[in-house]
């Protein structure tokens, strides 16, 4: 049955369901993308605008035909207000989830909600500190109540002060680094440019409002509104989304788990959850451990339920619950294919509507849960936070009355599973480390490890599933190089037991030996996608131990197979802090030579971080060691 190779896929269960749904000519996404060629070159150049309906315009960057839209929009405007968009949906996104979770804290705190507690009293303490609101004299759900507060006040404020969370979280040397960067633009363009952000809906607002016809056409203006909007994503909305999911549902700690599609049993009912959100897939979780559901489930000839997680939905639960992963983003259907999934319950982002068909050709009940992703086709099942638990129930009851129309006939499930260590929060490094950052910044001052590298992001259809994130991240270790991460590339890792203490071996010998003596593998799953928040938190602690910026540091992001709008918020908070960050494939700004002289060349100068595009995972890999051995150069290690 299994197909040893596939174009499109590296993950050999992929490749095994890809195999039956081209014997029964079955849709799916890659058949999707061959059917869209050629896909539109100016729109993958950013040379397309849309904005007005005097257009669309396109600029050909070979020089044929006008070289300025209808209003006067050359390429460097159209390329640089389309990437300021890109940046604010992609923030909007994260930054709504955040919002979410500190609205749900505010019921908790205030009783309004009795569906959830606070169950890390710790870190509300040590948020509160942070944040420097006082806790003596309150109760912790007075305490939550004010914690919750200060990070809705995030979203809405209105001064012109940065937001309290970016404020109290970002090293001062890199607060200091973004003013002296904000007075330099403000030269260049005699307009007042900030960085720091202000609000978090407020700088996506900005974009909206600047890039509407007739506003801002200074590539370098936009490019400091999205390098704004986006740090309001990482050190305010995200980071927001982390810390309180941490006070609600626990910080992660270290556990093993399972990854890829045999997660699925065949004897059990099995709920996939997807999207982003732990709010309703914790209760999902929950419930399908109860007495009670696996009775029910018993009653319909299963043994059981059983729960397994897809995307970032599948992070935040295997983070905190251990709860197993069927896989990244290009699984999401695959999954249906098994024909062993009695339901497929999502909340947001990163769904295909596409599996409303699919589920339809099997006995899946696709489930939609929020009111932002209503999907033609779905059943939707309106989540309320308030109404938690017998929301959740209903949802697990639907799956099992799901089960006993399974076609046992359609159902395969490949059996490849590897394992990983899972659930690296800040805090669990921190306590593998001794509880301070010392040892790690030890060995990698005396180069045992040369620096550590931030993978991220998603799969692409465009790219071989996997395949980059499995071949960078194995070269980079092989170099010596601690690889953390988050979203869909710590899937591909776990699936490729890359997360495994067996993976210890794959590592040169001083990270190997490191490994070895913390008993933790050489590649650190640290989460979701909000959770890139804990890579700056990370950097952030780092940096401050050492007394220098962000930017001094070995370290580089990379997002090898990114597909989403919050990519591109990711990668410009990481570049806005510092660090270098590798793309593939190539962001739709290369026709324009003013943006891709600022963001890979110009931002370096300022910023000390910059972004660089390489489509072979090994130059991706020389690259990074070489940027590396730069910065170690200039610390003097
Ligand atoms: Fe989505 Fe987060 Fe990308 Fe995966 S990684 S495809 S955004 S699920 Ni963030």
Redesign the pocket.
């Known amino acids: 049955m299994v197909l040893k190779s596939d174009h499109r896929s590296a993950d050999p269960a992929a490749i095994a369901l890809l195999k039956i749904a081209d014997q029964n000519d079955m849709d799916h996404i890659w058949q999707r993308l061959e059917k869209q060629q050629p896909q539109c070159g100016y729109g993958q150049l950013g040379t397309c605008c849309r904005i007005c309906t005097q257009g669309p315009c396109r600029i050909d960057p070979l020089g044929e035909g006008p070289t300025q839209g209808v209003c006067g929009a050359t390429a460097d405007t159209m390329v640089a207000r389309n990437l300021a968009r890109m940046a604010a949906v992609g923030s909007s996104a994260h930054s709504d989830h955040g919002r979410k979770v500190a609205l749900l804290l505010k019921a908790v705190a205030s009783g309004t909600n009795r569906d959830y507690t606070l169950v890390n009293e710790p870190k509300l303490q040590a948020i509160a500190a942070k944040l420097g609101i006082e806790a003596e004299g309150l109760s912790s759900l007075q305490l939550a109540d004010r914690v919750a507060d200060a990070a809705l006040d995030c979203f809405g404020s209105q001064t012109e002060e940065p937001v309290s969370f970016a404020a109290a979280y970002m090293p001062q040397r890199r607060q200091q680094q973004l003013k002296q960067v904000e007075a330099t633009l403000q030269q260049a363009t005699g307009a007042r440019v900030g960085l720091m952000p202000r609000g978090i809906d407020r700088e996506a607002v900005d974009i909206l409002h600047r890039t509407h016809f007739g506003c801002d056409a200074e590539p370098l203006s936009l490019i400091a509104q999205t390098l704004r909007c986006s740090l309001g994503d990482g050190w305010g909305g995200s980071l927001i989304a982390t810390e309180l999911q941490d006070v609600l549902f626990g910080t992660p700690t270290v556990r093993t788990i399972k990854a890829n599609l045999g997660v699925l049993d065949a004897e059990m009912v099995n709920i996939i959850v997807h999207?982003?959100e732990p709010v309703l897939s914790e209760k999902v979780v929950a419930l399908a451990r109860s007495p009670q559901m696996n009775e029910a489930a018993k009653a319909v000839g299963a043994k059981g339920v059983n729960v397994a997680g897809l995307?970032?939905t599948g992070?935040e639960i295997l983070m905190r619950q251990g709860v197993g992963v069927a896989g990244?983003?290009l699984h999401s259907e695959l999954a249906i294919m098994t024909g062993a999934v009695e339901a497929l319950v999502v909340d947001v982002?990163?769904i295909f509507p596409s599996l409303a068909d699919l589920a339809s050709c099997y006995h899946t009940r696709f489930i939609t849960t929020s009111e932002q992703v209503t999907i033609p086709g779905a059943l939707h099942i309106q989540f309320e936070e308030q109404h938690a638990d017998q929301i959740a129930e209903r949802i697990v009851r639907q799956a099992i009355e799901a089960f006993p129309r399974r076609n046992a006939a359609k159902v395969y499930i490949p059996q490849e599973t590897a394992e990983a260590v899972v659930g690296f929060s800040v805090e669990q490094i921190l306590a593998a480390l001794g509880g301070t950052p010392a040892p790690l910044v030890e060995v990698i001052a005396n180069g045992t490890i040369k620096g550590v590298v931030g993978i991220?992001?998603?799969?692409n259809v465009k790219v071989k599933q996997d395949q980059f994130h499995q071949q960078l991240t194995r070269e980079l270790i092989k170099r010596d190089i601690l690889v953390i991460g988050?979203?869909?590339?710590a899937?591909a890792a776990a699936k490729a037991g890359l997360m495994n203490l067996e993976a210890q071996d794959l590592a040169g010998d001083g990270l190997q030996a490191v490994c070895k003596s913390l008993g933790i593998p050489p590649v650190l799953h640290m989460g979701?996608?909000v959770d890139?928040s804990r890579m700056l938190v990370l950097a952030g602690a780092l940096a401050d131990y050492l007394g220098v910026d962000i930017s001094a540091l070995p370290l580089a992001g990379s997002a090898p197979e990114?597909?989403?709008e919050?990519?591109v918020a990711?990668g410009s908070y990481f570049v806005a802090s510092g660090l270098p960050v590798h793309l593939w494939p190539a962001p739709p700004i290369l026709g324009s030579p003013a943006v891709t002289q600022i963001l890979t060349e110009g931002a370096k100068d300022l910023l000390g971080g910059y972004f660089f595009v390489e489509e072979d995972p090994v130059a991706t890999a020389d690259r990074m060691l070489a940027i590396i051995q730069e910065k170690r150069a200039a610390l003097g290690i």
Request: hydrophobic share 25%; with cysteine; aromatic share 8%.
């Open positions: 999207g982003h995307c970032c992070n990244n983003m982002q990163c991220v992001g998603c799969n988050t979203g869909c590339w899937i979701s996608c890139c990114w597909t989403t919050k990519a990711i």
